[in-house]
Every structure is written in structure tokens, then in C-alpha cells.
């Protein structure tokens, strides 16, 4: 299979687990006889450095023209200083937006050897498998009017806006996930007090004739971010708007209590998609080779299964992770007391051997 993926390292850590994210992508196309085109772009912090803009047209071109995209990580404190009005992170809400990128996706697993690591009971997160659905393009981030007002600047309006067509995409994607796992979908919104939330609802209830073998629950936002640390093995998809899917997707990230090994999709309807690890760009310990590359790496068997329909060479990704952790592997993040420590490079290495 001949596939174009755009490579944007970014900042931080972000190159150096791209570059445990490539030479995995390229052992499996050696064992699959796969013709994977790599092209890099700049993005984030390293794309203001070098010509002011941290999403210049021609990485914009690049990834329309790529089947995929690796993102590593953007920003970082050089970036940061009140001086700065361009920042990195404008990088990353611009290519999503232009991209159309409107379905986020994280899956959080329960990693049996890392079970212990977690600050939750083992019997709370040991059958965790779930996927959140976030809405990435609309609502609250997006509305207008956003703004101050008032003579002394003393009044703050955001706007929550959605409309049918951008909740109907989200939500249907949510279901043809949904169907292809355990048939059960929660949609979170806050129906009790928000009329998007109760045009949210109807919609979700209307796409759901289509998904018979579906089951479908809704639940309100307080309640389900309870229940996600009280009893997280209910849940199989989530779906959700946009601000809630934000601060409910960072909850789940700590279930199994390690950001370094979560990834993370950002689809459209045709599968193009980015993927990029959930975690930032680290930059205390960037350059040190003791990033944690697997978040990275997980990321590509995400790709590889939703933007290429690779099933098998993704799973092999998955199982080769499970393998080295299970060898008692890890890298220092990993709050693991048993094992061996690797660096970066050596955790890649380990991967490439099993797969
Ligand atoms: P951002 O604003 O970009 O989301 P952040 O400040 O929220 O970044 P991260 O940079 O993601 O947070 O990470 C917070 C801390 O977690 C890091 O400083 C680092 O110590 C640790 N960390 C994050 N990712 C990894 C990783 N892949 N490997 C090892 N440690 C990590
Ligand atoms: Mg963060």
C-alpha cells in the first residue's frame, strides 16, 4: 500500500518520539511490503523560529496533499513570554480547523503491567477500554461573540454554538466507532441547563435509528465525570461537544495514570486524520532521550487502522507495546518499581525487535 504521511515534528519532545514513531512505521513496511512516503514540515514553535508563522502554507499544502499526519508536540517557555503574540498552539487549532478535523479520539486502556502504577484501585481501572468522541471544531472555543465589553472592560462573553449538520458528523462517527466495539454508546451534554445541549440530545436520538444494534444512554456531564473515575469499565464510547470532551478526555487520560503512553486521532469524514500523542512537548526533559515514545507510537497504529484500514499491522504495533511492558521494560515517567529503565531509543529499539 502507497501512502503519503506528513511529518511534523514540532517542539520539545516531539522530535525525538517522532523518530521512535518512524523507524516503527518503517519496520512494519518492510514486513508488509508497504511504500510509506515520509515528508517533514515545520509547526509550532520551531515554525516561528524559522520564518515566523507556526503554520506556514507550504506544511498547510503539505498535509492536504498526505493521506496522514504525525504530529509530535508544539510549544514550549521559550515561546511563552507575554512579548510573544504569536504562540505555537495557534499552529495546532489552525491546521485542525483548516483540515476540518471535527472528530477527536482518544482511547484509554488499562495496561495490565502498569496497572500498579495508577493512583486508582486496580479493581476500578483493570477492565478499562473505552473511547472518547470530542467535538473539536465547534462550540464554545469557536463561538462569537468572544470577547470584553463595558467602559471599564468588566463584562466576558463566550458564545456556545453548534449547529445540527456539525453535532450529526461528530455523533455519527461516535456510532460507526461504537459498532465496531462493544455496541454502546454514552453521549454527555448538559441537557438540564443548555438548549444546545437539548438540540445535542435530539440529534444524537435521530442518528441512533440508523444504529439499532447500538445502545445508547445519555448522561449529564456531572454525573459522568463521577461515575468516569467511580466505575470507568462502563463505558465503551463517549461522545461529546467540544468543552466537555476537553476537560472529560484529560480525566480519562489519568485512569491508567501515565500521559506518556495515551494517543490520539483527529478525524474527518473521509478518515484523513491527524494523529499526535495527548501529551505536550515535555520540555523538562527534552533533548535528554527520557521521553516515553509510546503515546508517539500508539498514535501510528491509530493511523494505521482508521486513515489506512492496516487492522493487523496496527494490532501488531499494540501487541508489541503490551509485549515489552509486559518484559517490565518502561521508560522513567512510568511510576513502575519493577523492571528495567530504558531511554527513548532503547524503548524504541525493544518495539522494533517484537514487531
Ligand atoms: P502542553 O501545554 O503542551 O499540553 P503540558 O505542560 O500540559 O504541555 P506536558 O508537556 O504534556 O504538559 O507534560 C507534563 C509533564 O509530564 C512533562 O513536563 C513531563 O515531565 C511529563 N511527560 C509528558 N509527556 C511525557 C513523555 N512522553 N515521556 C515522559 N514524560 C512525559
Ligand atoms: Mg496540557
Not at 517533514?40 to 502554507?57: H, K, S, V
Not at 436520538?205 to 445519555?218: C, G, L, M
Request: charged residues 25%; proline residues 4%.
Amino acid at each position: 500500500m502507497k501512502k503519503r504521511i506528513a511529518i511534523l515534528l514540532g517542539d520539545g519532545i516531539g522530535p525525538e518520539v517522532m523518530q521512535g514513531a518512524v523507524r516503527v512505521l518503517q519496520a512494519i513496511s518492510d514486513c508488509f511490503q508497504h511504500d510509506f512516503i515520509f515528508e517533514q514540515g515545520l509547526i509550532g514553535g520551531a515554525a516561528i523560529d524559522e520564518c515566523g508563522n507556526p503554520l506556514p502554507d507550504t506544511t498547510l499544502d503539505l498535509c492536504s496533499k498526505s493521506d496522514a499526519i504525525l504530529l509530535g508536540a508544539v510549544g514550549g517557555p521559550k515561546w511563552d513570554s507575554t512579548t510573544h503574540t504569536i504562540r505555537p498552539e495557534q499552529g495546532l487549532l489552525r491546521i485542525r480547523k483548516e483540515l476540518g478535523l471535527f472528530a477527536n479520539l482518544r482511547p484509554v486502556n488499562a495496561y495490565q503491567p502498569l496497572i500498579h502504577a495508577s493512583t486508582l484501585k486496580k479493581e476500578v481501572i483493570e477492565h478499562v477500554d473505552l473511547l472518547i468522541v470530542r467535538e473539536l471544531t465547534g462550540g464554545l472555543y469557536f463561538g462569537k461573540p468572544s470577547e470584553r465589553r463595558g467602559v471599564n472592560k468588566d463584562l466576558a462573553i463566550d458564545t456556545l454554538v453548534y449547529n445540527v449538520k456539525e453535532i450529526e458528523r461528530v455523533v455519527d462517527k461516535a456510532f460507526q466507532l461504537a459498532r465496531k466495539r462493544r455496541k454502546k454508546l454514552t453521549s454527555v451534554d448538559k441537557a438540564n441547563v443548555l438548549e444546545s445541549s437539548r438540540m445535542w440530545r435530539e440529534v444524537v436520538n435521530r442518528v441512533s435509528a440508523n444504529y439499532p444494534d447500538v445502545q445508547v444512554e445519555h448522561m449529564l456531564v456531572d454525573s459522568a465525570s463521577m461515575q468516569l473515575i467511580y466505575r470507568p469499565e462502563q463505558f465503551d464510547v463517549i461522545v461529546t461537544e467540544n468543552l466537555f470532551g476537553d476537560i472529560l478526555s484529560d480525566e480519562a487520560s489519568m485512569i491508567t495514570g501515565s500521559l506518556g503512553m495515551l494517543p490520539s486521532a483527529s478525524l474527518r469524514s473521509d478518515m484523513v486524520g491527524l494523529y499526535e500523542p495527548v501529551h505536550g512537548s515535555a520540555p523538562d526533559i527534552a533533548g535528554k532521550n527520557l521521553a516515553n515514545p509510546l503515546g508517539m507510537i500508539l498514535s501510528v497504529a491509530l493511523m494505521l487502522k482508521f486513515s489506512f484500514g492496516l487492522e493487523k499491522e496496527a494490532n501488531i504495533i499494540e501487541e508489541s507495546v503490551m509485549k515489552v511492558l509486559t518484559d517490565g521494560f518502561h521508560t522513567g515517567d512510568l511510576n513502575v518499581q519493577q523492571g528495567t529503565q530504558v531511554s527513548t531509543t532503547e524503548m524504541v529499539n525493544k518495539i522494533i525487535d517484537s514487531i
